[in-house]
């Protein structure tokens, strides 16, 4: 299966929101609502932040929301802090206990 | 909490095999799929191989198939990946990572970097 598709780079400002896209198709985003987002800073393994769509692990600032409309989910932090800094992936069930992957997306706070 | 710890990664020339094994600590080990996930340099994840929970099923990815072999050990908590004919494309990262049927994968390891090179 092909990866999701998520754009390269997004930008913004300490306080400001921003809004991650991932697409897919209607065999993974848009036939689940099991889609997961990960964290990952540079050198370290992915963390979970957002599952089922929606969902927060505990622990997980609540300035991570998830959505997901059709073939699209889409991740927003708000109030971005500097160390939200990262790259996200998108995470999506393909059935059968497989999965696939967005390309990732990396943030700059500016 | 829960533990993952990869080991085995290293520098092997193109065509030969390596064996990578992940220790599994703090949680019911033999109640969770399991996935081996592979991270090229400045690339995004890439799913390698899955094995059930007692492992009865396992399923790979098109690039690693025939080449990889997930297993695991449900008495010892530990998962494998033997990996054959290595070529350069699979230079990477090797997470194992726990796999849930509502979060996907909750939990990863901290890698071991597999270095296919002459």
């Known amino acids: 299966q092909s990866a999701l598709t998520q754009s390269a780079s997004v930008s913004g400002s300490p306080g400001q929101s921003i809004t991650i896209s991932c697409t897919g198709t209607?065999?993974?985003?848009?036939?689940?609502?099991?889609v997961s987002w990960y964290q990952q800073h540079p050198g370290k393994a992915p963390k979970l932040i957002i599952s089922?769509?929606?969902k927060r692990p505990s622990g997980v600032s609540n300035r991570f929301s998830g959505s997901k409309s059709g073939n699209t989910a889409s991740l927003t932090i708000s109030g971005l802090q500097t160390e939200d800094e990262a790259d996200y992936y998108c995470?999506?069930?393909?059935?059968?206990?497989?999965?696939?992957f967005g390309g990732g997306t990396k943030l700059t706070v500016l | 909490q829960v533990q993952l710890v990869e080991s085995g990664g290293g520098v092997v020339q193109p065509g030969r095999s390596l064996r990578l094994s992940c220790a599994a600590s703090?949680?019911?080990?033999?109640?969770?799929?399991m996935y081996w996930v592979r991270q090229a340099p400045d690339k995004g994840p890439e799913w390698m191989a899955i094995?059930?929970?007692?492992?009865?099923?396992?399923y790979y990815a098109d690039s690693v198939k025939g080449r990889f072999t997930i297993s695991r050990d449900n008495s010892k908590n530990t998962l494998d990946l033997q990996m054959d004919s290595l070529g350069v494309g699979d230079t990477a990262i090797y997470y194992c990572?726990?796999?849930?049927?509502?979060?996907?994968?909750?939990?990863w390891g901290r890698g071991t970097l597999v270095t296919v090179s002459s």
């Open positions: 094995i059930w929970y007692d492992g009865s099923n396992k």
């Open positions: 089922e769509v929606n």
């Open positions: 990572a726990r796999y849930s049927s509502s979060a996907l994968l909750d939990y």
């Open positions: 995470c999506s069930s393909a059935g059968s206990s497989t999965v696939v």
């Open positions: 703090g949680f019911r080990f033999r109640d969770y799929g």
């Open positions: 209607s065999s993974d985003v848009g036939n689940y609502n099991l």
